[in-house]
């Protein structure tokens, strides 16, 4: 009861963050920063319910409700590229590290199961942000032109104004 609560406030809370980020999508005003701060406050929001709400938390992962958080996971990184905030990856980033070593446990990969863990996750996030801008042109550009103009820029630095020469 409590949980589903929580997850609409946290689903409230993220759409209420999307109309600040919508007012400033070129995110050079303070209302980018209001907007920062409430896809904060919204992400564990919406996470944590819903990985307790499908039973994924409950410590004792199968492989099935591994995969189902590492697709979660995926879903919430095209959603975080998307909007260009990364909040909900931070928020999920516990869950995802459990199940992975879960999955590892399960191979048998008993001892390294951490390591491996570390060095997937760790690999894959230090990936995605040093390529964050060109996987989130991947993400965007196909998009509708209706949802992409409610988006932040994809292209920030034409937008500024630039001083005259």
């Given at each position: 009861m409590i949980l589903g609560f929580v997850l609409l406030l946290g689903i409230g809370t993220f759409l209420f963050a999307m109309w600040w980020d919508g007012s400033d999508r070129a995110r050079i005003t303070r209302r980018s920063d209001v907007a920062f701060w409430l896809h904060l406050l919204a992400a564990p929001m919406i996470v944590h319910p819903v990985f307790?709400?499908?039973?994924?938390?409950?410590?004792?992962?199968?492989?099935?409700?591994?995969?189902?958080?590492?697709?979660?996971?995926?879903?919430?990184?095209?959603?975080?590229?998307?909007?260009?905030?990364?909040?909900?990856?931070?928020?999920?980033?516990?869950?995802?590290?459990?199940?992975?070593?879960?999955?590892?446990?399960?191979?048998?990969?008993?001892?390294?199961?951490?390591?491996?863990?570390g060095l997937i996750i760790g690999s894959a996030l230090l990936m995605l942000s040093a390529f964050w801008h060109q996987a989130r042109a991947l993400i965007v550009r196909p998009l509708p032109e209706g949802l992409r103009d409610r988006l932040p820029l994809l292209d920030r630095a034409s937008a500024i104004p630039q001083p005259a020469a």
């Open positions: 307790t709400l499908l039973g994924l938390n409950d410590g004792n992962a199968t492989m099935g409700e591994g995969l189902v958080v590492v697709l979660l996971y995926i879903a919430l990184g095209v959603t975080a590229l998307a909007i260009d905030r990364r909040a909900l990856l931070v928020s999920a980033l516990a869950y995802v590290l459990f199940a992975m070593q879960q999955l590892f446990r399960e191979f048998g990969a008993v001892e390294l199961n951490i390591a491996l863990t």
